[in-house]
């Protein structure tokens, strides 16, 4: 294949799934990340974070979980750099050296979510400045599939509402940007 047929995908569907402690407000979160990323096109939750007690230790109990659609229409190749602006902000609600707030931005599209980490495993590929992205979920055969890794919260009947709300809002989005 010769270089000048390469494709660029079509933009993606900036998501985010957020943990918080009760000592935040969720409107100061939502008002910090339309600063950064935008309106919000949809919300899910707050929840109770009940799927696990790995963040506690750091953030404390009474964990609340939601996730968030932003309007923009983002480039695949931009997560490292959504997910470096979404730590710079966990920071503005960090005491003593201990989050109060994790944001874990992605990407949707058709096929699959991604989700940013900083943490290495064997099925996260480096997509550079410290940032992996994390295949969470594919979609196939009408619907969103979890693989052996995907996080409990991501398999839960909110988070899959929730993903396949936003996929069709990208879907129609998509439609319209190609006329």
């Not at 933009?11 to 407000?25: F, H, R």
């Not at 919000?40 to 109770?48: E, F």
Request: proline residues 5%.
């Amino acid at each position: 294949m010769a270089k000048k047929d390469l494709k660029i995908p079509p933009k993606a569907l900036l998501v985010a799934g957020i943990i918080y402690s009760p000592k935040v407000s969720l409107e100061a979160i939502t008002s910090n990340l339309k600063h950064l990323f935008g309106d919000i096109i949809l919300q899910a939750g707050p929840v109770p974070f009940t799927w696990t007690d790995y963040y506690e230790k750091e953030m404390g109990p009474g964990l609340k979980r939601c996730f968030m659609a932003f309007d923009s229409l983002v480039a695949q190749d931009v997560l490292p750099h959504i997910k470096l602006k979404a730590m710079d902000l966990e920071e503005k609600w960090t005491e003593q050296g201990a989050r109060k707030v994790n944001i874990d931005p992605g990407i949707l599209t058709a096929e699959r979510l991604v989700l940013a980490t900083t943490k290495n495993f064997t099925h996260r590929i480096y997509l550079g400045k410290g940032i992996f992205g994390d295949l969470t979920l594919v979609y196939q055969r009408g619907s969103f599939s979890f693989l052996d890794w995907t996080y409990p919260d991501y398999k839960s009947e909110i988070a899959l509402s929730f993903l396949s709300q936003a996929r069709r809002m990208y879907l129609k989005k998509i439609k319209q940007q190609r006329g």
